[in-house]
């Protein structure tokens, strides 16, 4: 079984590096799985993040990589909402990357 | 250019996975940027009824997943107006109401059809 | 533009026919097939004026004599009419 652990607490992950209970995440569980991927989360990142948390807590489910330009482009203006940016932000994959380290479930539309 | 698709979904939401199959087939579709269109009749129109309570059955909040649509560049929804009003059902969620004949001719302007 | 709608539940603890009947076009078709066959007894069927296909195995089992208004088809004949409509809408 895969798990992250944070000082002394260990959380579940999936097979893909997911957390299985998503009320364990936290601003340092985000920079442990951050960490894992050799990323060091910037407030760029964190925008980002917290804008993720917001579109699950909104549609229940985690956007795909159009949806999630579209959807940034919407709250925070189309220089952040491209995908260049948000390319950068996360290794060339936004949708998968960003949603592991918002503590949400993989994009089951992202193939 | 790729065939465009219409998904109608006629089955009720907390019933089986039918509601939930047809709503992944179209954002799956309008996340690779497909021509595709949703119609929900028969059912399916319950999926429209507002304040629904996903949680007290146990099951994700498809009128939650629903509202997604149009950031999955989904735009053309629509729901039987037959079967709406013989449900009772005057104030769908975000879909356009449309008579049998026009579903007739909707269906007449997709390459393809999935019912569900 | 053409349709043949497939349907395979019996009309009489089912909707599907009777919706597919709703939104059926003037150029559409539709495949009766397993339960569906029960389909032959169904009044609205005829009075819609739509063509009607049956699945010939189907109705055979169900010992459903053919209306004047129905034809039977075997398999090849159901590909034919599914090459012949422009689209093939499953009543799954």
């Not at chain 1, 000082?7 to 097979?15: C, I, V």
């Not at chain 2, 939650?64 to 729901?79: M, R, T």
Request: charged share 20%; proline share 6%.
């Amino acid at each position: 079984m895969n798990t992250l652990t944070v000082g002394a607490r260990t959380f579940e992950l999936d097979k893909d590096g997911y957390l299985v209970d998503l009320n364990d995440w936290s601003v340092d569980v985000a920079n442990a799985l951050a960490a894992a991927e050799s990323l060091a989360l910037t407030p760029s990142h964190w925008e980002i993040l917290e804008l993720l948390r917001g579109f699950y807590a909104e549609f229940q489910l985690s956007p795909a990589t159009r949806p999630l330009i579209k959807y940034t482009a919407l709250k925070l203006g189309p220089e952040k909402g491209n995908s260049l940016h948000l390319n950068q932000l996360f290794k060339g994959t936004p949708a998968k990357l960003a949603a592991k380290l918002a503590g949400l479930p993989r994009p089951t539309n992202c193939l | 250019m790729s065939k465009s698709l219409l998904v109608i979904s006629r089955q009720a939401p907390w019933s089986g996975p039918s509601a939930r199959e047809a709503l992944d087939i179209v954002l799956a579709g309008g996340a690779f940027d497909l021509p595709i269109g949703l119609l929900f009749m028969d059912d399916g129109v319950f999926q429209l009824a507002p304040h629904q309570d996903a949680k007290a059955v146990q099951q994700k909040d498809l009128g939650a997943n629903l509202q997604a649509l149009g950031l999955f560049g989904i735009d053309d929804v629509f729901a039987c107006h037959h079967s709406l009003t013989a449900r009772g059902l005057t104030h769908p969620v975000n879909a356009q109401p449309l008579s049998s004949e026009d579903i007739s001719k909707l269906i007449d302007r997709y390459d393809q059809v999935i019912t569900l | 533009m053409s349709t043949l709608h497939v349907v395979s539940h019996s009309p009489f603890t089912d909707s599907r026919l009777d919706s597919c009947l709703r939104i059926c076009g003037s150029e559409d078709a539709i495949l009766l097939c397993g339960d569906g066959a029960y389909g032959l007894r169904h009044p609205a069927l005829q009075l819609k004026g739509v063509k009607v296909f049956v699945l010939a195995e189907d109705s055979q089992a169900r010992n459903l004599p053919l209306p004047d208004w129905a034809d039977s088809v075997d398999y090849p004949g159901f590909v034919q009419l599914s090459l012949d409509h422009d689209k093939v809408n499953t009543w799954l």
